[in-house]
C-alpha cells in the first residue's frame, strides 16, 4: 500500500464534509473469531456488528477479556474472522491493512530510536517523500505537545508522551482511520484526562474516523460520537449509543453535563456491573 | 494549541544529558582506581614472595626478571602476538559472521531450528580443545587450523545471544510493522536487528575472549608461531620469566579485544539501558 500521504484535502477538512453517504469506514458484519487454544475452542467473537462511519469517532466499551482488542485486529487485518466480513471504505480486509493508524496500549516505541525518530518510522518503511514527512513531523509535534522532547529517547520520556510520540507516529500518513487499543490504558489519571482532551481536539482537528477500545467507561462518553457496549466472552455488540453532547467538548462542563451521566449509567447497566467497572 | 500551556507540563522527563570533558574523566578515574589498586595489591604480594625468597626464582619469576624478559625479548614477543592476534580476529570476525547467519536462519525458519540447534547443542557438547589435534592432521601446522578452532570456539555464544536478541522484539513492534505495510526485509533491517543488539553484544564479549583461548590452544597443539607457542617453549625450557610474558602479553591482547568490543557497543547502542548516564542508575 502506498501513497497514503498527499489525501490531505479528504482527510484534514469538515469531517461531515468528508462524510460520503454511504461509505463506511469500518464494516464489521456477522463476524466470529474462534481461537483455538489446546484441545478446546474458545469463541472470542459471537456473530458481532460494528459499522463506523467516515470521520465518525466510535468507543468500544466492554469487560476484560470481551474480544474489544479482538475487534480491532479485524479491522486492521492482524487477524482474519473465523465468519463473516470485515471491511474497511468497501474494500475486504483479507490481511494487514497499510491504510490504517495504530496505537497500542503500550507506546511500543523502538528503545534506539528517538521520539523524532520513531515518529519518522512509518514514514520511512512508507517511502514518504523526506521533506514532506518532515514538515508532517513537525506539524504533529506541535499538535501533540511534544515540542523540545523531539531528540529524547523513549526511556527519558514519561508514559504519557510516549504515548504521544505512538499517536504522532500512527497519525503521520494522515490515516483515514486510527484504530486505539487501550491507547491510555497504562497512564495515571491525571495524564489520562489530559490525553483525552488532546484526544478529542486532535479528531476534531484531522477529521479522521478514530475506533478506539477502553474499558474506562467515562473515557468512551467523553471521547465518542456513539459507543459500542460489548458483553462478557463470548463478545458482542449489545448496544450502541449515540451521545448527546456537543462536538466541542470542555473536560469538566463535560463530566457535569447530565447527558454524561445518563449516558454512563446506562452503560454501567448494560455491563452490569454499576460501578465496579471504571 | 497543545493543552501543555494551560495545564501543568509533562513530568518524567529527565534532560538529555552529554557529560562534560571532566566529569568523563572523573567517572573514568571512579571507575578504575578499584581494579588498579587490586591489581597493584596482587602485584606486591608477587613482588614479596619473590624478594623474600619464599618461593624459588624457577617457579615464580620475578616481578623484575619478568619485565626484564618482556623488554629484552619485545621484537620476538611482538612478532608472536601478531600471529596470535591476526588468528584470533579472524576466527572471530568469521565466527559472528556465521553465528548471526545461523541465528537469523534459525529463527526465521523452523525447520532450519529443528535440524540446526540440538546439532549445535550437541557440538557444543564436544569439548573443542579434544578436537583440535585433529584439525592439525586435516589442515597442518599453519593459520587455518588455529583460525577454525577460534571459529568453533566462538561460534556458540554469538549464535545463542543473537538468537535471544532475534527473538527478543516487541510482538506489537512487528505487528505496527505490519500496518505500515513493511516487508519482510524492512521488518528485519529497521526492527529485529536493531533490537538483536544489545543481546548480540553481551555474546560477542565472551566470544572474543574465547577466540583468543581458541587460537592459543591450536598453538599449543601444533604449530612453531605464536604466544601458545612461545609459553609451550619457555614451559619445555623451564624458562619461567618468558612463560610470565607470555602470559601477560595474551591477557593484554584478550582484555584490549574485550574493550574494543566494548567501545564499538558503546558507540552503536548510545540508546541502551546499559550506557544510560550513571546519575539515574546509581542511588549515591
Redesign the interface.
Known sequence: MTGAHDQAGVLDGDPAAADGATAAAVRIEDVSVRFRARKTEVLALDDTTLRVGRGEFVAIAGPSGCGKSTLLKLAAGLLRPSSGTVSLFDSEVTGPRADIGYVFQRAALLEWRTARRNIAIQAEIRRMDTGAANRRIDELIEMTGLAGFEDAYPHELSGGMQQRVALCRALLHRPPVLLMDEPFGALDALTREQMNVELHRIWRETGTTILLVTHSIAEAVYLAGRVAVMSARPGRVIETLDIELPDQRDYAATMSDPAFAAATNRIRRLLGAEGGID | M????T?SP?????P?ARPAASARAADLVDRSWRPLALLLALFLVWWAVTVTGLIQPYLVPSPGATIETLVDNSGYLIQHTWITTLETVVGFALAVAFGVLAAVLIVYSPTAEKTLYPVLLFAQVIPKIAIAPLFIVWLGFGFSPKVLIAILIAFFPIVISMVAGLRAV?P??L????????GPL?TFG??RL??S?PHLFSGLKVAVTLAVTGAVVGEFVGGNEGLGFVILQANGNIDTPMLFAGLIVMSFVGVVLFFLIELAEKLL?P???SR?SNAATTAF
Open positions: 497543545s493543552s501543555n500551556t495545564a509533562p513530568t518524567g522527563v529527565t538529555h516487541d506489537e513492534m505487528e505496527l510493522a505490519a500496518t505500515m505495510g513493511a524492512q529497521k526492527i536493531p533490537a543488539l547502542l540508546w541502551h539501558p544510560r
